[in-house]
């Protein structure tokens, strides 16, 4: 971490170690704005824009949009395109939606992936005006908008464009092989670019402190860490016994292995359900059969949110062995009173409450919401079940304490704290939030 003034390798804001000790140490209720009720000022003048990588189908992205479409209720929405049914189910009006030329394509969100190649060219067509004020909520390219040099620009990151980075090679191999070199030149331009444009930003924000580690190394750029916002308040904390099951709750692509979970269970002989579709579903469904685990691996599809809070927390636990740049997921299964069994990296850390840094090795980590395992086999997971069986049950108000470090209130509060700061600050965008190795 940081000692007298000096920046950690982490690239955490120093403003953000004592968020970051308070988050381990103090009840939910010490925190300001714990309390989802609490009201929290917007800001009201029309000096902002926001700009979003795009508006597709909803997800955290679109969850973080919709606060800070509220936070900044006069500002417009700059974005590459925009599903018009999502705008309007996170309650936008479409007349603040301006989109590039790639949003005059036909269902762009299906071809985004074909769209890469584009994504530069097209945010850089994002015209800002002469707001004062610029809110970016970026993961690939809307970070990178351009402004003028007086301009002051904060960045939410959800990540850096992990498939120009770390995840070139997982991308390529889902490019036709004849197009696999283009792209590979598509993908190397594009990552120089991106970091090059980082100096575009005057105040990072990460969603977690794996993600403000993510940003510290790839553009030496310090970040705060603020969560998602998580309607905690709209989830019941259970109040009866647990169920005799676990689940497992995601969409069901090759990256969010749950795989690992279906075997776990399976060799375990333990009760699972999995909520979500998705493409790899009838791959699992083999899996199952061939695991001999039909009685106790049962796939529930999508569900109402209503539903879904209910077998949450009724679970024994979340089974979450994907790693994400922060897992709402979790968050919800601590909402509900139940604890989350997860794979020691990235944001899992962050939701469970760990201290450390990621588990690259050893035996299953018992942390205040769950328990985290070392790598992402069965194997491991397994190990992890037994130690949280084997251990001290959690009582669930405790672990709905946890949950309420990420209320949509403390979300408002403190990236509104974010904005009046970075505007206040008289040294201008080009010497905010700079790190020092």
Not at 10 to 36: C, F, K, N, Q, Y
Not at 190 to 216: G, M
Not at 266 to 292: S, W
Not at 349 to 376: C, I, K, N, T, Y
């Amino acid at each position: 971490m940081m000692h007298g003034g000096q920046v950690s390798n982490t690239g955490i804001d120093p403003a953000a170690v004592a968020l970051e000790r308070g988050i381990d140490a103090r009840p939910a209720s010490a925190h300001p704005a714990a309390d989802a009720s609490e009201a929290v000022d917007v800001w009201q003048r029309d000096d902002v824009v926001l700009v979003q990588d795009w508006i597709g189908n909803l997800g955290g992205a679109e969850m973080v949009l919709r606060e800070l479409a509220s936070l900044f209720p006069r500002a417009p929405i700059l974005t590459l395109f925009a599903m018009p049914d999502t705008v309007r189910h996170l309650g936008i009006d479409p007349g603040r939606v301006r989109q590039s030329y790639l949003g005059r394509l036909p269902s762009p969100n299906r071809l985004r992936k074909l769209l890469v190649p584009w994504f530069a060219d097209a945010v850089q067509t994002l015209d800002v005006g002469d707001a004062a004020l610029i809110v970016s909520s970026s993961h690939v390219v809307a970070k990178s908008v351009p402004h003028r040099s007086y301009q002051r620009h904060i960045a939410y990151m959800h990540t850096p464009a992990r498939y120009a980075h770390d995840l070139m090679p997982e991308y390529l191999k889902q490019v036709p092989a004849p197009l696999r070199l283009w792209m590979r030149r598509v993908l190397r331009d594009l990552a120089i670019w991106d970091v090059a444009t980082a100096n575009r930003v005057a105040h990072f924000v990460a969603n977690s402190r794996a993600v403000a580690e993510r940003i510290w190394r790839l553009y030496r750029r310090r970040a705060s860490v603020i969560h998602p916002p998580v309607d905690v308040a709209s989830i019941p904390c259970r109040t009866a016994a647990t169920g005799d099951y676990y689940i497992a709750l995601s969409r069901l692509v090759a990256q969010k292995r749950i795989d690992v979970a279906v075997r776990a269970a399976a060799r375990l002989r333990r009760r699972l359900l999995v909520l979500g579709e998705g493409p790899e579903r009838r791959k699992l469904e083999e899996l199952v059969r061939a695991e001999g685990a039909t009685q106790l691996v049962e796939f529930m599809g999508r569900v109402p949110d209503a539903e879904k809070y209910q077998l949450l927390g009724g679970a024994r636990a979340l089974l979450f062995p994907g790693e994400e740049d922060f897992g709402i997921v979790g968050v919800e299964a601590l909402a509900a009173g139940t604890p989350v069994i997860a794979y020691g990296r990235a944001g899992m850390l962050d939701v469970v409450g760990a201290r450390h840094r990621p588990l690259l090795a050893g035996p299953p980590s018992r942390e205040p919401g769950g328990v985290l395992f070392a790598h992402q086999t069965a194997d491991s997971m397994m190990a992890a079940v037994a130690a949280f069986e084997e251990g001290p049950a959690r009582a669930p108000a405790a672990l709905r304490e946890l949950a309420l470090r990420f209320s949509v209130a403390r979300f408002r509060q403190r990236f509104l704290g974010v904005a009046h700061r970075t505007m206040d600050d008289e040294r201008g965008p080009s010497h905010a939030n700079i790190g020092a190795p």
